[in-house]
T-cell receptor, first 116, second 111 residues
Framework: GAVVSQHPSRVICKSGTSVKIECRSL??????MFWYRQFPKQSLMLMAT?????????EQGVEKDKFLINHASLTLSTLTVTSAHPEDSSFYIC????????????FGPGTRLTVL | QKEVEQNSGPLSVPEGAIASLNCTYS??????FFWYRQYSGKSPELIMS????GDKEDGRFTAQLNKASQYVSLLIRDSQPSDSATYLC???????????FGRGTQLTVWP
């Protein structure tokens, strides 16, 4: 399968700071990238869908001003958690898919965010 | 809203046995179906995709799709302790490309 990387893999920050997470597709062009959040013992929750060069589409209940998503190129999307608070502590995972009908999504390794 | 239901588990099988994981979905127009494996603390890994009715085999894994019954399953033959993980069934919205996940079935293979 295709390779998707995420950076950083783990981050600890103080409440009120902003954290940027990068998601890269290493061996294919990702026309669409997805951002998920997963709390312990729960399933994946889709936060937003981003297409290269256009604004992200956020799921209901996800604050677009708090979770800023940029998909500036076909290989890079970023998620910035602004003014992070302890309740934002979670496992953030991106996935990427390429143009075509198969719509397979390949996941990055995830970023574990802890907000103190 | 698309719904994807999985047998809740947890499922526990001995090493060498066949593990059977089941999934049903609510939207008849769904076109693409996936099984992901997620180890504890890790992100999901795509292990099978299936798009047409019938069986698809890949090594020890067989996915089965029945669109009339809106049912997709995953069989793991000769189960190994390393197969112990949570298995996520996902159905794709072919228009937007987003995935709808089931809650997952936790599988434990004991030696």
């Amino acid at each position: 399968g295709a390779v998707v990387s995420q950076h950083p893999s783990r981050v600890i920050c103080k409440s009120g700071t902003s954290v940027k997470i990068e998601c890269r597709s290493l061996d294919f062009q990702a026309t669409t990238m997805f951002w998920y959040r997963q709390f312990p013992k729960q399933s994946l929750m889709l936060m937003a869908t981003s297409n290269e060069g256009s604004k992200a589409t956020y799921e209901q209940g996800v604050e677009k001003d708090k979770f800023l998503i940029n998909h500036a190129s076909l290989t890079l999307s970023t998620l910035t958690v602004t003014s992070a608070h302890p309740e934002d502590s979670s496992f953030y995972i991106c996935s990427a898919s390429s143009r075509g009908s198969l719509r397979e999504q390949f996941f990055g390794p995830g970023t574990r965010l802890t907000v103190l | 809203q698309k719904e994807v239901e999985q047998n809740s588990g947890p499922l526990s099988v001995p090493e060498g046995a066949i593990a059977s994981l089941n999934c049903t979905y609510s939207d008849r127009v769904s076109q693409s179906f996936f099984w992901y494996r997620q180890y504890s603390g890790k992100s999901p890994e795509l292990i099978m995709s299936i798009y047409s009715n019938g069986d698809k085999e890949d090594g020890r894994f067989t996915a089965q799709l029945n669109k009339a019954s809106q049912y997709v399953s995953l069989l793991i033959r000769d189960s190994q302790p390393s197969d112990s993980a949570t298995y996520l069934c996902a159905v794709s919205d072919s228009t937007l490309g987003r995935l709808y996940f089931g809650r997952g079935t936790q599988l434990t293979v004991w030696p």
